[in-house]
């Protein structure tokens, strides 16, 4: 087997524990944003024509979409913590026109749409982005684009390939970088060559979208209620024009309609239950950098970044200069737990720290200020999907696996259509009326996603080479994404 950059060139231990000496465990994000005044309790029983489930952004842009398609409705938004805090205000922020998590992945499942998906994932950031000017979000929203990096030699012509097939295709938003180019755009030595994505990508401040989104909701007439846990979806003695009681601990909202927005949180459907599991992925966040500093690594046109590797980084800079760094490790806890005490995981945030000076040694002294982690949705096919229950009254979009933060409004599109009972281009889409396989049950998810973890690392040690496993698993259109 052979090593990988960041194996053969590596730090020193002592460069590693001053950067993250007194780093803060929490998400930069959060901290980055004006306090909220938050949204009250539901505190007694309401009447709504439509109830969202979820504070995050798939909740959020459901319940923006629906009083624009309606106004004189009546929404009302069910948080069981607070507006964000979860997946919405942790992530990244890569906000990417991909609905499929990726080329490779769309044309494998669904080749004969995969050409009108991408499109429509276009239209979706384009309608993004417009909404951020016609609503005046101060999300940070940069459309800079994106650089796929080659890191290790049998990756250069991956990314060479690629971009051939989007000139041949007539996309002019594509191009080809060498090892003297990237380094221009990105100065690392540890860069052979990229693909600049010039349309299909944008960054947002994670934070800032949730709140942004929610203040925008309340201007149109939703009604947000925080620290209001849904506990039950109660349709015993209701008909399908009375709707759902959907119930908290102490009250409930009777919706003619409802949607789930829920996550990576366990499913208020069971059918559901194994339809997604919980992966957790980890970040570190720098102190923001100096001028000398950014001179030194370049990065003038703000691209987001990531690696070709299967066990890949994500990197992009936020609006003060810090470098977010995350990504590599992807862990799985038995049983599918969600607990707090897995995001304080030492060994991953000192291998994510190693590879951050590997990557940039000119960056030597640079502190981290925050680290932290949270679970990812994770679905079988790596991407989003949608469905209809109890008599098509409730509708739910989960499983977006890590590259979500563009896809919910899609999704939100997609539920709204489905609760109106329309047949738009967007239902009617393979993707849209599939479900993917479940992920089975304990103890063999446990020992599946080790098995492909384990694959999936020795696959970047053999040049990309899949092994028996991993060619299985794509056999049976099953998987797991790091």
């Not at 439509?50 to 923006?64: E, P």
Request: one cysteine or more.
């Amino acid at each position: 087997m052979e090593s990988t950059v960041f194996e053969r060139v590596r730090p020193k231990a002592s460069v590693v524990s001053h950067a993250l000496q007194g780093t803060k465990l929490g998400a930069f994000w959060l901290d980055d944003i004006a306090p909220a005044q938050g949204y009250p309790t539901l505190t007694a029983d309401l009447e709504a024509d439509l109830v969202v489930v979820g504070g995050g952004y798939c909740g959020l842009w459901t319940a923006i979409l629906a009083k624009q398609r309606n106004p004189g409705s009546r929404v009302v938004l069910l948080e069981a913590k607070t507006i964000g805090w979860a997946a919405s205000g942790r992530n990244g922020g890569f906000c990417e026109a991909s609905l499929t998590h990726g080329d490779e992945n769309g044309k494998s499942r669904w080749p004969k749409e995969f050409d009108r998906m991408n499109e429509m994932g276009l239209e979706n950031l384009d309608a993004i982005e417009q909404t951020v000017a016609d609503l005046g979000l101060d999300i940070d929203f940069e459309r800079n684009g994106s650089l796929d990096l080659a890191v290790e030699e049998h990756q250069v012509e991956w990314l060479r390939e690629g971009a051939a097939e989007a000139t041949a295709a007539g996309d002019t938003t594509v191009e080809f970088l060498d090892t003297e180019a990237t380094r221009a755009q990105v100065n690392s030595p540890t860069y052979l060559a990229a693909m600049w994505n010039k349309r299909t990508s944008a960054l947002v401040h994670p934070a800032k979208l949730a709140a942004e989104l929610a203040r925008a909701a309340t201007e149109l007439g939703v009604e947000i209620f925080e620290h209001s846990p849904v506990v039950e979806l109660d349709t015993a003695n209701l008909t399908v024009a009375q709707g759902t009681a959907v119930r908290t601990a102490t009250h409930r909202v009777l919706a003619t309609k409802t949607a789930l927005a829920t996550n990576v949180f366990p499913s208020l459907l069971k059918r559901n239950k194994l339809q997604t599991v919980p992966v957790y992925d980890y970040a570190l966040m720098t102190n923001p950098l100096s001028a000398e500093q950014m001179d030194a690594i370049g990065w003038q046109n703000r691209q987001g970044l990531g690696d070709m590797a299967n066990q890949f980084h994500y990197y992009r800079l936020s609006h003060d200069n810090r470098i977010l760094f995350g990504g590599y490790d992807a862990i799985y806890h038995y049983g599918a737990r969600v607990r707090e005490e897995y995001e304080n995981r030492t060994e991953t945030y000192e291998t994510l720290a190693g590879h951050f000076f590997t990557t940039f040694p000119q960056l030597e002294g640079l502190q981290f200020s925050h680290r932290w982690a949270g679970p990812i949705d994770s679905s079988t096919r790596f991407c989003a999907f949608f469905g209809l229950a109890r008599g098509d009254r409730i509708a739910y979009a989960t499983g977006f696996t890590g590259l979500g933060v563009a896809a919910t409004r899609f999704a939100a599109e997609v539920m709204l259509d489905k609760l109106e009972g329309l047949k738009t281009e967007r239902t009617q889409l393979q993707m849209v009326r599939e479900r993917p396989l479940p992920f089975p049950p304990e103890p063999i998810a446990f020992m599946g996603v080790q098995a492909t973890r384990w694959s999936m690392d020795r696959a970047d040690h053999n040049r990309g080479r899949r092994n028996l496993i991993l060619k299985t698993l794509d056999a049976l259109g099953l998987g797991f994404d790091s």
